[in-house]
């Protein structure tokens, strides 16, 4: 069984940083990617960012240059590095990992969420 737990989330005032952390754990042949999407109430899912076991990053425009994110695979660990925060930035952010537990079966596992509030 695998688990996906996010933290860090909290309040933020309008212009300040946070940082994620998402930790996975369980029966973990591989880590094939991880990353952090938001869900604003009354909207969509989004993808945040990305990063993928040989390094590679991916950033949703509206956060390149403000966001960063890291991963240290001997700690299954994704953090997301949040500068800047604008208010409309309030969501719930989820991590996502895709996992295998076995070398042929990559799956798609999620955590609950921590949210994000973004205001003054």
């Known amino acids: 069984q695998v688990q996906v737990v996010e933290s860090g989330g909290g309040l933020v005032q309008p212009g300040g940083s946070l940082r994620l952390s998402c930790a996975a754990s369980?029966?973990?042949?591989?880590?094939?990617?991880m990353g952090w999407y938001r869900q604003a109430p009354g909207e969509q899912r989004e993808l945040v960012a990305r990063?993928?076991?040989?390094?590679?990053?991916y950033y949703a425009d509206s956060v390149k240059g403000r966001f960063t994110v890291s991963r240290d695979n001997a700690k299954n660990m994704v953090y997301l590095q949040m500068n800047s925060l604008k208010p409309e930035e309030t969501a719930v952010y989820l991590c996502?990992?895709?996992?295998?537990?076995?070398?042929?079966?990559?799956?798609?596992?999620w955590g609950k969420g921590t949210l994000v509030t973004v205001s003054s």
């Open positions: 996502n990992a895709v996992i295998a537990t076995n070398p042929n079966y990559p799956m798609n596992y």
């Open positions: 990063i993928i076991s040989g390094g590679t990053t």
């Open positions: 369980g029966s973990i042949f591989s880590i094939n990617a």
